[in-house]
Structure formats: structure tokens, C-alpha cells
């Protein structure tokens, strides 16, 4: 499976963003989704993630409240929608595919990546 990550950009704070991630193979539909980022010097880290019905979404603690994850099955989409972005949101942002299906911060249980994309905030 192939991911291709879009929508990333340069914004101000308080702005708005969605990021999509295609997947290139309908077994999309199956697999759990989550979306991870990292910023210069840090490790990569844990964003978001969705199951392969779409439910139960978790969300790191920063961004609770001002992300939302969302997937389209019939488009084989996963969607960040980021609001009242901040500079402490500038990364580069990857979306992720775990076969299993599951909900997991972990980014060993994705096989799955995208080639990630930059979104910058400027205060």
C-alpha cells in the first residue's frame, strides 16, 4: 500500500488546515490510520489515529480539541482537519497504515507510511 500526504503548508497561528492521506489500494478500507509528526530535532511523535470503521478516534493530548481525524473508505482518504494551529504544530506531518485495523499511538504497529508533509506556523 502507498500513501501520498497532502495539503501541508505555511500558515499563521490561529489558522486552519486539513491534510489528506490517499491510499493506492482498497485494502485501505480494512486498515486502522493514524497520523504522526515530527518537528526538527525531535522524535517523531503520535498525532492521531482512527480504527478501519472510522471510530474511535484518539488523539494526543496537544492537539485534543483542535484535530480531528476523519477517513472517507470509498475515496481511501484519512483527513486531519487542524484548527487554532499554533507554532508548536510546525512539523512534518505522516500518515500511517496498520493492517490490523487498531487504534495505536505506536509507531511500530504501522507498516504503512506516507512521505510526510510540512506544515509550518508562524505566530
Known amino acids: 500500500v502507498q500513501l501520498q500526504a497532502c495539503g501541508g503548508g505555511l500558515v499563521q497561528a490561529r489558522d486552519s488546515l486539513r491534510l489528506s492521506c490517499a491510499a493506492s489500494?482498497?485494502?485501505?478500507?480494512?486498515?486502522?490510520m493514524g497520523w504522526f509528526r515530527q518537528a526538527p530535532g525531535k522524535e517523531r511523535e503520535f498525532v492521531a489515529a482512527i480504527n478501519w470503521i472510522g471510530g474511535s478516534p484518539a488523539y494526543a493530548e496537544s492537539v485534543k480539541g483542535r484535530f480531528t481525524i476523519s477517513r472517507d473508505s470509498a475515496k481511501m482518504t484519512v483527513y486531519l482537519q487542524m484548527n487554532s494551529l499554533n507554532p508548536e504544530d510546525t512539523a512534518v506531518y505522516y500518515c500511517?497504515?496498520?493492517?490490523?485495523?487498531?487504534?495505536?499511538?505506536?509507531?511500530?504497529?504501522?507498516?504503512?507510511w506516507g512521505q510526510g508533509t510540512q506544515v509550518t506556523v508562524s505566530s
Open positions: 500511517a497504515a496498520d493492517r490490523a485495523g487498531r487504534v495505536t499511538s505506536r509507531p511500530g504497529d504501522y507498516q504503512y
Open positions: 489500494e482498497r485494502t485501505f478500507s480494512r486498515f486502522g
